[in-house]
């Protein structure tokens, strides 16, 4: 199975993780710059922040045999203190970059009049650098809050497959399928969405412009949730194609609008490789396999 996690934040993930997704089929990944935990004060910190995720970060996974791309943004949260709306200027000199594949993640967390102005701004870099954009919904009422954030992005002139909206769940997936935008789904370990229901998903409106991400970051998380999500569709029936097309070829697609994904296999390491054998020898899955089992 070859894996494009186009959502994980590896900052705050160990080389053991780095080791175990590779094993899993895990060849290249996205990294949304995003809130990390701690408030940030002053416009020096992202400099740092975003300097790491397409340097250091970029080799660090490389060292893993697996490529390493971001997206560049304010995060929503912290669209919030105005002290920190300078960021905004820093943007256009790594949206140049060539790791960096989107504008993100942006969108709403409270849905206040700072985070409209910040948003609007994004989508108007994600135009002028003719870029994708990673737009994540709001945790708190959840269906107007993503009938709202589509209706501002929408607007903004940036068409709609070159937009992905993530955390999705069964109520808002079918606002987005409606929109021709991408429909992103975070499989986590106990909140948000889980395997299962993302198959039941599928299941229902099939696989166009279906993404599946583990968003793994600095809380509880897991970096395998996508080849995982890839068990749980064979399980359910769907093709060793279907998981190809779900967990390598949908985000290929979308984050490839940005003419940048760099997909070589790294020198030393094996390339990415499609189908469902390597899932048997995969450690962790056949671990999954005879829990199953007993
Ligand atoms: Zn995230």
Redesign the pocket.
Known sequence: MRIFDP?I?MTSRTTDDYEAMYDSGVRALVE?A?WLGQPRSNVGSFVDYFDSLIGWERFRAAQFGIRHHSTIALNPKEANDRRLHEVMEILPRYLAKDGVVAVG?TGYDSMTPEEDTILEQHLALAIEFELPALV?TPHRDKAPGTQRTLDVVLASGLPAERVLV?HLNETTVDIVADSGAWMGF?IYPDTKMDEQRVVAIMQRIGLDRIIVNS?A?WGRSDPLKTAKTGHAMLAAGFSGDDVDRVLWRNPVDFYGQSGRLDLTPVPGFEPARQGPDTFEGNSVLRGMASRREA
């Open positions: 959502h934040h949304p995003f993640e994540h993530d975070s968003a970051d």
